[in-house]
């Protein structure tokens, strides 16, 4: 497919970076398949300034704007490479449909995550510190510049490359919208604790005359879908979800391999954290046998 075409010449933001050389995204996929090393902290310290665990700082960002501008980068970075290193590269042919699914189903969960939850969707955010803005943001960096130079002219360039491939395609697919829904109905599950607190104070402040106190910082178990048996499903669900992409993009799409991979490094410390913070909140009692991620196992 040719959008390219009808796309006017975008500026080289940083030559030979941003968008990447072969060579240079060639280094960059390398060295991002080492993410995990760095997350050696986190599995030692709970200390994470974000959501349940956010500090008083006078250098906090405020939540949704934040989550917002971190988490956005990873699809600009995608979609700017998608116009650009096609050019760079001569293919002039244009990248096959496969290329463009992967882009369109990472765009959709982006725009999800991004845009509609933090923005539209969530009553209420914690304030995030700078520190863990600027890790998530470059995050989201590195991992745009290593599936973006893989799907825009460094990894398969011809229906040719695809070939033999439709089905694994379409399961990854299927897998990939299911996980979707599931990440954003436990997402839901969560927002929905604050916004019938919410709707509980309206109507209270309407009937007394009194201001709405707001739900900043409101905490209680959530329990519906698999929250009855594990306390973080919305990240098991957006695991699967990655499983999947790396799927359609097949076993040798290594920088799907790594973006799950580093999603889990990052993201089970966080869930086991989390764990132990609903113990200490709501005591051993009511939390009970669920697990922090994985059904029945951790
Ligand atoms: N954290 C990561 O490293 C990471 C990485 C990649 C993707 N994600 C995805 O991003 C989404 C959000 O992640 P997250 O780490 O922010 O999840 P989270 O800690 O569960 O928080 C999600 C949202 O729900 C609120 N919330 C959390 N627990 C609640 C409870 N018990 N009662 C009422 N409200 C509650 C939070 O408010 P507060 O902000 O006020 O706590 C926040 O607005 C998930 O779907 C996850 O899969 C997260």
Not at 13 to 24: A, H, I, K, S
Not at 75 to 103: D, F, K, Q, S
Not at 114 to 119: E, I, K, R, Y
Request: some cysteine; charged content about 15%.
């Amino acid at each position: 497919m040719q959008l390219t075409r009808y796309v006017p010449d975008l500026p080289t933001v940083v030559p030979g970076w941003y968008p990447p050389t072969r060579e240079n995204w060639e280094l960059i996929s390398y060295a991002w398949q080492f993410f995990p090393l760095l997350t050696a902290a986190q599995w030692l310290i709970d200390w994470y300034p974000q959501g349940k665990t956010s500090i008083n700082s006078r250098f906090n960002i405020p939540g949704k704007w934040a989550w917002c501008l971190m988490e956005i980068p990873g699809m600009l970075t995608v979609l700017y490479c998608m116009l650009t290193i096609p050019r760079l590269e001569g293919l002039h042919a244009g990248l096959p449909w496969a290329n463009w699914t992967m882009v369109f189903i990472y765009t959709i969960h982006y725009l999800y995550r991004a845009v509609l939850s933090p923005l539209v969707l969530n009553p209420s955010m914690s304030p995030i510190h700078p520190i863990v803005f600027t890790l998530a943001f470059g995050w989201q960096l590195m991992n745009g510049l290593s599936l973006g130079g893989w799907l825009a002219g460094y990894g398969p360039t011809t229906v040719y490359d695809w070939a033999g491939r439709l089905y694994t395609i379409e399961i990854g697919l299927v897998i990939w919208g299911w996980s979707l829904m599931g990440n954003i109905f436990h997402d839901d599950d969560l927002r929905e604790i604050r916004r019938s607190a919410l709707r509980r104070q309206k109507e209270r402040a309407a009937a007394e005359n009194k201001p709405v106190e707001g739900v900043d910082k409101l905490y209680m178990l959530p329990k519906n879908g698999l929250f009855h048996h594990v306390l973080f499903p919305h990240y098991f669900c957006e695991w699967l979800e990655w499983a999947g992409f790396w799927m359609v993009g097949g076993l040798n799409c290594a920088p799907a391999r790594t973006f799950l991979v580093n999603e889990i490094a990052t993201m089970l410390p966080r869930a086991l954290a989390g764990r132990r913070w609903y113990v200490e909140k709501f005591g051993e009692e009511r939390v009970g046998k669920r697990k922090a991620v994985i059904p029945g196992l951790i």
